[in-house]
């Protein structure tokens, strides 16, 4: 089946740096979204890129989506101590059945040191 | 924005029983639902496409006579794991996409199941 990658699987950081998490993609995708998900809570949707080299931003985060639709990044700049959580990419593609379900990448957890 | 609820938050069972959890879209019409596990410090993985009116799609490694999907209206579907073992034991989440949404999921709060 389709898998996303996505590295690393943790990451520690002082509050104030900034912190990066990848995803990848063997096959082109339709689109990707990501999710932040807190300990004990649910995922909860950031963004979606649809577009070949997308890039959108959130505040602190920025969100790209390669030119060949196979990898996306999500930066965070000066982590704050609210930033903690796992991050995961989840990618979409379009079966001629319509659209599938997302498939998640591990996700990253970031942990953030004061 | 778009509500999507889980019934039960959390549930203990014995094993052998079934359990019955309902994802309902509480402001929107969800044409598609999809059913999630999650174990603990894992990722998501995907079990199930629900359509309202008609058979669940399930992924492969799923049991489809364990996990019992019925999406009977626009905003209730249900998951029933029957016959359940400790090795069911998980965070179970649903997710709700609308009606001429934009691709965006909105999901549950979850409900962890515990299989004694």
């Known amino acids: 089946g389709q898998q996303v990658m996505q590295i690393p699987q943790y990451q520690h950081v002082q509050e104030g740096e900034d912190f990066t998490t990848y995803c990848n993609s063997s096959t082109t995708l339709s689109n990707i979204q990501w999710y932040k998900q807190r300990p004990g809570g649910h995922p909860v949707f950031l963004i979606q890129?649809?577009?070949?080299?997308e890039v959108k931003k959130q505040k602190r985060l920025t969100f790209q989506f390669g030119e060949a639709k196979k990898n996306s990044s999500l930066h965070i700049t000066a982590t704050q101590t609210t930033d903690v959580g796992t991050y995961f990419c989840a990618g979409r593609w379009y079966s001629g059945g319509g659209a599938d379900g997302l498939t998640f990448g591990k996700g990253t957890h970031l942990i953030i040191q004061p | 924005g778009a509500v999507v609820s889980q019934h039960p938050s959390w549930v203990i069972c014995k094993s052998g029983t079934s359990v019955k959890i309902e994802c309902r879209s509480l402001?929107?019409?969800?044409?598609?639902m999809f059913w999630y596990r999650q174990f603990p410090k894992q990722s998501l993985m995907l079990m199930a496409t629900?359509?309202?009116?008609?058979?669940?799609?399930?992924e492969q490694g799923v049991e489809k006579d364990k996990f019992l999907i019925n999406h009977a209206s626009l905003t209730l579907s249900t998951l029933t794991v029957t016959s359940a073992h400790p090795e069911d034991s998980s965070f179970y989440i649903c997710s709700a996409e609308g009606q001429g949404s934009t691709d965006t999921q909105y999901f549950g709060p979850g409900t962890r199941l515990t299989v004694l």
């Open positions: 890129l649809v577009k070949s080299g």
């Open positions: 629900s359509n309202e009116g008609s058979k669940a799609t399930y």
């Open positions: 402001d929107f019409q969800a044409t598609t």
